[in-house]
Every structure is written in structure tokens, then in C-alpha cells.
């Protein structure tokens, strides 16, 4: 079945950017998330991209698709503590359920 | 809108013991969906009911059942819980038909099984 991972833990300094990465085995994936997650609540959409785009930006977040690699990234700029959570990667195609990565864990230290 | 509520928000059941997990969202999505979270291993699908009166199995279905009982609810529950099936569940709630097909996720139910 489809596989997603990512790296369990980054850590980053306050105003520097992050790079989290994910990579995944379904070449038919259609779309591919980003999603946050904050301590003891539910999980919320930061970004997506759809498979025929190579990037996306959208504010200090930007995605980077490399699709012959099956590589997915997320650089968050300007990093800030509020930036401290999980994210999980997560792919999928319009209508169908979605695959998560194990979510790598962002601590943004002052 | 409240988006996607669950209730409740934690249980703590002694093994054998049967419970229901209760989700209802109000944006009046086909898709709804049930995930278990356990750590280090992101998401992990139960079932998931593509629109009202469907309903099919997901990555991990053993030991849960589920009931679409409108547009808007969408319970699982749990006959004979096991230890194993301590962990944080999420409901969630898609649009199919919207770009990006985005899963609106509700704050989930701690789960304790002793």
C-alpha cells in the first residue's frame, strides 16, 4: 500500500526557516498536504499542492514538489514559536481517502 | 459553524467494556471519516463513508463498527474494547467536490483502555 515518511523531530532557532521533509511511494497521488497540528487538538490544513505544480508559495509557507523523486517539502520562513507543533504530510486524490506520514515534530527554540 | 465536534473528549473503559464515539459536522460534507492516532505513527484510517447510507473500511477496521446516521453524524464504536485500542480518535469531514478536497478535522477523543 502507499507509504508516507517523514523525520520525527526538528528543531530550528527563532527567525531562521524550517525545512521539513516528507516523501512517499504513490505516484498517483493527486494532491499532497501539509497539515499542523497543536498540542491536544485536531489536525488543520496548512497548504496543499496538486501534483502537476512544482511549488506553491503562500505567505511565509512554501511547498516544493519533486515528483520523479516522490519528495515532498514545506519551508516555513521566519520561524516563530507559534510555529511549534507536528506536522504530518499527507497524499491522496480528489474524493479519496487521504495516506499520513508519522508527523515531524517542529520545536522553535527562543 | 462548529465545524466538526466529537464527544466525548476523553473515556477511560475497562477492556471488554463497549462504548461510542459520537461526530457531527455542520458543513454539510458527503465525506466523513474516523482515524486513530497513535504516537510516532501519524493517521491511521478506520472507515470512512464516502456519503450518507455508505460506508467502508479503512487501514485498521478490526474491532470497530460505524453507522452513518445522516449526512451530518457519523459514530464509531467500540463492541469489546481492548487495550490496543487506546489512542486518540479523529473524526473528520470532506467536500469532495471542492479543490484540494480538504479534511476538516474535529479536537478527538482521548481513549484509555485498562
Known amino acids: 500500500g502507499e507509504d508516507v515518511e517523514q523525520s520525527l523531530f526538528l528543531s530550528v532557532r527563532e527567525g531562521d526557516s524550517s525545512v521539513i521533509n516528507c516523501t512517499y511511494t504513490?505516484?498517483?497521488?493527486?494532491?499532497l498536504y501539509w497539515y499542523k497540528q497543536e498540542p491536544g487538538a485536531g489536525l488543520q490544513l496548512l497548504t496543499y499542492i496538486f501534483s502537476n505544480m512544482d511549488m506553491k508559495q503562500d505567505q511565509r509557507l512554501t511547498v516544493l514538489l519533486n515528483k520523479k523523486d516522490k519528495h515532498l517539502s514545506l519551508r516555513i520562513a521566519d520561524t516563530q514559536t507559534g510555529d511549534s507543533a507536528i506536522y504530518f504530510c499527507?497524499?491522496?486524490?480528489?474524493?479519496?481517502?487521504?495516506?499520513f506520514g508519522g508527523g515531524t515534530r517542529v520545536l522553535v527554540k527562543p | 459553524n462548529a465545524g466538526v465536534t466529537q464527544t466525548p473528549k476523553f473515556q477511560v473503559l475497562k477492556t471488554g467494556q463497549s462504548m461510542t464515539l459520537q461526530c457531527a459536522q455542520d458543513?454539510?460534507?458527503?465525506?466523513m471519516y474516523w482515524y486513530r492516532q497513535d504516537p510516532g505513527m501519524g493517521l491511521r484510517l478506520i472507515y470512512y463513508?464516502?456519503?450518507?447510507?455508505?460506508?467502508d473500511k479503512g487501514e485498521v477496521p478490526n474491532g470497530y463498527n460505524v453507522s452513518r446516521l445522516n449526512k451530518r453524524e457519523f459514530s464509531l464504536r467500540l463492541e469489546s474494547a481492548a487495550p490496543s485500542q487506546t489512542s486518540v480518535y479523529f473524526c473528520a469531514s470532506s467536500d469532495s467536490t471542492s479543490g484540494g478536497d480538504e479534511q476538516f478535522f474535529g479536537p478527538g477523543t482521548r481513549l484509555t483502555v485498562l
Open positions: 499527507a497524499t491522496g486524490a480528489a474524493g479519496n481517502k487521504l495516506t
Open positions: 463513508s464516502a456519503s450518507e447510507g455508505t460506508t
Open positions: 458543513m454539510n460534507h458527503n465525506s
Open positions: 504513490d505516484s498517483s497521488s493527486t494532491y
